[in-house]
């Protein structure tokens, strides 16, 4: 179990989330509807959730004919402080 490095309280381990709003005026979705249906479901769109990803540069480069900056993903993860709500974020492969 880890501390809180603000008050010593208890963090809990979690992870970061976006909300993303996926538009319903999607003609793909649109088209899967029926407009005899009576159900105006165009409006409602939905919400997807997506995990927040970090990024850095390796300064490695990468590619044979074009050189490019070679970038590595990591999942981002955290722990909150039961306590007084302290958020600590870290990043690992
Ligand atoms: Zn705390």
Redesign the pocket.
Known sequence: MSE??????E?IQGEAYVSVNVPASNPMMRGMMSPMSGMNLGDVGMTQEERIKWREKTGEKKGFLIKSDEVRTMAVTGRR??????IELYARK
């Not at 809180?4 to 309280?9: A, I, L, V, Y």
């Open positions: 809180c490095p603000k008050c010593g309280g963090m402080c039961l306590g007084c709500g302290y």
